[in-house]
């Protein structure tokens, strides 16, 4: 899980440094990239890449590249650690989906938890000025469609191959990207068409090692590891971008980090 989230900071910190680029275009590179080894697993094993839920699928990459585009959209006007700390707020609007949707119960203990990271979220608004009021709509946004995502995902359950699942999101959003992109196109310069590139392999291999962390140990064990990432971003933009972050964004992130970790291990107790 460590690994992953190395992966996705890398990911993250790469986005920022092309955020003169259109968030399409991003889009485009990132999932092209992620095709070539989605490809290699699917093809050599002869496994059925339309999959058995293609309406599913199609929905699953169809949220998904939302999800994306809006991200990659608000790292233009907040810092990455911001960014990456308020994307996480998608589990809660997944379990709060799983209520309404899938009739999945949620412990009063959850939503006070659910409470305290908002709370952060308005610290973050209301006290630190430095905050872009249209970069944490984007970022917000973001979150409800990667919450949806979610549910999509639990639907689809055991029956698809889990490549063949990322396959489907990396090739709607290739197609995505790639055609909004035409208009805001812009000619990548020297390195940075290897950074492009780059972002489709941190971003298979994060998604590789996550998986493979959660086969191997109980999700209450690992999956507050994820939020490493937003540690790991955050020193790093602050080293490699200069970013400054007041004592009131600290403050929130610490909140909304801390309140998701502890409803991972909340409801990993059970009922």
Request: proline share 3%; charged share 10%.
């Amino acid at each position: 899980m460590i690994i992953s989230a190395l992966a996705f900071t890398f990911m993250n910190l790469t986005v920022k440094y092309l955020i003169h680029l259109s968030a399409p275009q991003i889009v485009f590179f990132r999932s092209a990239g992620s095709l070539f080894f989605t490809f290699g697993v699917l093809i050599p094993r002869n496994i059925n890449i339309i999959g058995n839920n293609p309406k599913l699928l199609i929905l699953r990459g169809l949220f998904g590249v939302v999800a994306m585009s809006l991200f990659f959209e608000s790292m233009k006007y907040l810092t990455a650690g911001t960014a990456v700390s308020l994307r996480y707020l998608s589990p809660i609007f997944a379990a709060i989906f799983a209520a309404i949707i899938l009739k999945e119960k949620i412990k009063s203990v959850q939503w006070l938890l659910f409470l305290v990271a908002f709370s952060g979220v308005l610290i973050l608004r209301g006290f630190d000025s430095s905050i872009s009021t249209h970069g944490l709509t984007l970022i917000l946004l973001a979150s409800v469609f990667s919450g949806l995502v979610y549910i999509v995902i639990s639907k689809i359950g055991t029956t698809e191959h889990p490549v063949v699942v990322v396959n489907y999101f990396m090739m709607i959003a290739t197609l995505v990207g790639g055609v909004l992109s035409i208009k805001s196109w812009i000619n990548p310069i020297g390195i940075e068409w290897i950074l492009l590139l780059s972002l489709g392999v941190y971003g298979y291999f994060g998604q590789l090692y996550m998986t493979k962390a959660f086969q191997i140990a109980k999700a209450n064990q690992v999956a507050p590891f994820k939020y490493i990432e937003v540690v790991f971003t955050l020193l790093l933009g602050v080293l490699w971008f200069g970013e400054i972050y007041t004592i009131w964004s600290v403050v929130g992130i610490v909140l909304i980090i801390s309140a998701l970790i502890l409803n991972v291990l909340t409801s990993e107790k059970g009922t």
